[in-house]
């Protein structure tokens, strides 16, 4: 079956895989079955693979905003996303963490931290966590 091959490579959210079969000219019945199957058979968890999904880019030091949109490009709705991103660790810790690593132990100066809250937005973090983080960072 060509969508046991595909998981065999990569998992996959329904979504993706319904899409790959659809591109290898696959009837909508086709694969909305052979979808549907697999999640029957556990072998298509979109909850799963959102926690993977979230669990990776987290440990790679991105936001929830970041994840979220990763995870919605992937075929994932917001109510697994939600279950995903609500698993993951502390986003100030984790901005903390990689403030830590950025900084190398230096003092930094105010457009240091300027430059470094900036980037962490781009990295999805928000900035009510940015600024937590921060005002810990600065005692």
């Keep these: 079956m060509l969508a046991s091959k595909m998981l065999a490579l ?21 694969a909305q079955s052979a979808v549907e199957y697999m999640i029957r058979i556990g072998a298509v968890d979109d909850v ?58 230096a003092t930094a100066d105010d457009k240091a931290l300027s430059k470094l809250a900036a980037s962490l937005n781009r990295r999805g973090f928000g900035w009510d966590d940015i600024k937590t983080a921060m005002m810990q960072l600065d005692t």
């Design 48 to 105: 799963e693979y959102a926690r993977r999904i979230a669990t990776t880019l987290s440990q790679r030091y991105y936001g929830e905003y970041r994840i979220r949109r990763e995870l919605r490009s992937r075929g994932i709705d917001d109510e697994d996303a939600d279950i995903a991103l609500g698993e993951l660790p502390d986003p100030v810790e984790l901005i903390i963490t990689y403030a830590g690593m950025k900084l190398r132990g």
């Design 10 to 30: 990569r998992p996959l959210s329904a979504n993706m895989l319904f899409d790959k079969l659809i591109e290898k000219e696959v009837s909508d019945e086709d």
